[in-house]
Structures are given as C-alpha cells and as structure tokens.
Nanobody
Framework: QVQLVESGGELVQAGGSLRLSCAASGRTFNINYMGWFRQAPGKERTLVAVADYWSARSIYYADSVKGRFTISVDNAKNTVYLQMNSLKSEDTGVYYC?????????????WGQGTQVTVSS
C-alpha cells in the first residue's frame, strides 16, 4: 500500500501562485508515475500533469496549464510538487495527487484525499 497526502491548497487571487505538495509513504517502490488531477465543481476529474517518479522527469501537461504549472519530484523526500503560476479562476477545484504504474494514468493505483484550490477573480 501507498499513502498519499496532499497539502498547499488555499484561496488565492487570480494571477497569483501556489505550490501543492504530495507526500508519499508506504511501499513507494511500487510507484512508477505520479500525477496531479483536478476536479472543478460539477465537472469530471481531469489529468493536469504527470512525472516519472524515479527519473523526476515531467512527461505530460494538460494544454490548459502548459507554461504555467510545473510538476517536480524530490525522491529523497518522497514528495511530488505542483508549482502553479499565473493562476486563473478556471484553475479552481480540488486537486488530487495520484500514483500509477502506467504513464497514461488511465488506471490510478493510489489517490490522495485532495486539496482545495480556489482562485478568486
């Protein structure tokens, strides 16, 4: 089992920045890829960014966040980050950390509990 705990979500003004953290514990050797999803009110959960957990290389960004968000991995701390800059109101939602064996994240093995990000315009 792997446990994922997110933190860092809060209320921020449009144009501002936030950094989300996701700390992994347990059998982390089972993890190949880690990513961030978000779910806006009344909408489906969508993939935002993915990184290779062991190489720490980012491998995917949703078009809506390219150039504004950066995913990074600190293996020594078993932590994945999502740096979010130039935030927009449409970035509002619950952000979930996820761990998977597949880079496409179509089948997630572990989910975090989510952290709320609210961007006020």
């Amino acid at each position: 089992q792997v446990q994922l705990v997110e933190s860092g979500g809060e209320l921020v003004q449009a144009g501002g920045s936030l950094r989300l953290s996701c700390a992994a514990s347990g059998r982390t050797f089972n993890i190949n890829y880690m990513g961030w999803f978000r779910q806006a009110p009344g909408k489906e959960r969508t993939l935002v960014a993915v990184a290779d957990y062991w190489s720490a290389r980012s491998i995917y960004y949703a078009d809506s966040v390219k150039g504004r968000f950066t995913i990074s991995v600190d293996n020594a701390k078993n932590t994945v980050y999502l740096q979010m800059n130039s935030l927009k109101s449409e970035d509002t939602g619950v952000y979930y950390c996820a761990a998977a064996r597949s880079r496409t994240m179509t089948s997630v093995d572990y989910w975090g509990q989510g952290t709320q990000v609210t961007v006020s315009s």
